[in-house]
């Protein structure tokens, strides 16, 4: 009955139109938002209700038919509303749908893009649908305003097209709880990777982008970098994309640099790491992985020298089932701060946090790690970055399942 086709008439309406997986996602600018749901069958059109102390104004957007690549073509709608003229700072209800049904109300804070208002963004990977053991806390933090984005560095349900896409629905069933509430930003994993990516593009909205694979955008006193670093392996899927990228980053990066009185963070965001020290045989573990070094052979398009050229400050990862922060690091050298490790330090600082969840439980570590590698753990947990001003950044790693931060 999903793939029914509905002939819209007066008497007879679609089988499946109720809107669910609702995530919001930051719309490029404070006074933007975007809004995004699925349903099963068309619903004709795609509306926003929205107000400040009621739902006295409506957006339509638009949908498109997202088609499975699975053995049984299941077709899914993805509508999407982008809300603009935003007042930042301002709480928002809204709720979701069309003349077929309505989702539940929920609300939103409009983002606010002063460089003295501290954000709190929830920084992971690899949560999964099964065994997402960071998620209550983080649902809980969302709609207590405690956190004012997320940022979900890949592998999002293990796998967004398992079961005829059955698994990537229940995902968007149990992060609604975070998303419909505040800016679910996402990163495209190796878990994302099948009919080339197909899921992570179809079903979400990422700002300044077509794709959802490589993004930026500013927000407060930071400038957000969203790389893939799946072209990398996934070459099957053609290598043009690495090259794609590159351009785009290259360009990405040198305005960046050039904004740095507006913006004087830069942030990447990458699923595979450069560096890790867990013990298995993934590619950070090698000497030269390919998002450091580059393409195998040629040692093109590495990502290493490129982000410390530009001097970007906080490089985000995840892909390794544990947390791991990194001394300020480059060419598996620490260069620390003149006066604290972390002050001013002339090159990047690494975090892995990719154990938020999922089925596959948590990494062990060498029992040697090398020097450029300052605290480790294993156990299940998610980041918080705050970043306070222009000046003074701030990450911690919190517990699933203790109230106190594990590291800092």
Request: glycine content about 8%; charged content about 20%; some cysteine.
């Amino acid at each position: 009955a999903f793939n029914r086709k509905i002939n819209r008439s007066p008497n007879q309406g679609p089988y499946y139109a109720q809107p669910e997986q609702i995530a919001l996602s930051y719309g490029g600018n404070v006074s933007a938002m975007w809004i995004t749901w699925l349903t099963y069958n068309d619903t004709f059109s795609s509306i926003v209700e929205y107000g400040i102390n009621d739902l006295r104004w409506s957006v339509k957007g638009s949908s498109v038919l997202f088609i499975d690549g699975g053995k049984q073509r299941s077709r899914r709608y993805i509508h999407r509303v982008l809300l603009t003229g935003l007042i930042p700072g301002t709480i928002y209800q809204y709720h979701v749908g069309s003349e077929y049904g309505w989702s539940s109300s929920y609300r939103f804070k409009a983002m606010q893009n002063l460089t003295n208002h501290e954000y709190i963004y929830a920084v992971y990977g690899d949560l999964g649908v099964v065994n997402a053991r960071s998620l209550g806390k983080i649902q809980q933090q969302a709609q207590r305003s405690l956190i004012d984005a997320v940022l979900h560095i890949g592998d999002m349900a293990y796998n967004l097209d398992t079961d005829e896409g059955q698994f990537g629905d229940q995902f968007g069933r149990q992060i609604e709880p975070v998303a419909a509430y505040v800016p679910y930003m996402m990163v495209v994993g190796n878990h994302e990777q099948a009919y080339n990516f197909s899921h992570y593009v179809n079903r979400y909205t990422m700002p300044n982008s077509e794709h959802n694979l490589f993004y930026s955008f500013d927000l407060g006193t930071a400038h957000f970098i969203a790389i893939s670093t799946e072209f990398y392996y996934f070459t099957e899927y053609g290598s043009i994309q690495i090259a794609n990228q590159w351009k785009w980053l290259t360009e990405d990066l040198k305005r960046a640099s050039a904004n740095r009185d507006k913006y004087p963070w830069i942030i990447t965001m990458g699923h595979r790491p450069m560096y890790c020290s867990n013990y298995d045989s993934d590619d950070c573990t090698k000497y030269e992985s390919r998002v450091r070094s580059g393409v195998p052979g040629t040692h093109r398009y590495g990502f290493e020298k490129l982000f410390y050229t530009y001097g970007v400050d906080l490089e985000i990862w995840a892909h390794e089932h544990s947390y791991e922060r990194m001394w300020p690091l480059y060419n598996r050298t620490v260069y620390n701060g003149t006066k604290e490790p972390y002050t001013d330090p002339p090159a990047p600082v690494h975090i892995i946090s990719g154990s938020a969840g999922c089925q596959e439980y948590t990494d062990p570590f060498v029992p040697q790690p090398s020097p450029w590698s300052a605290f480790r753990s294993s156990n299940y947990g998610f980041g918080r970055l705050h970043i306070f001003n222009a000046t003074h950044l701030y990450f911690e790693q919190v517990s699933a399942s203790k109230e106190e931060t594990e590291d800092s």
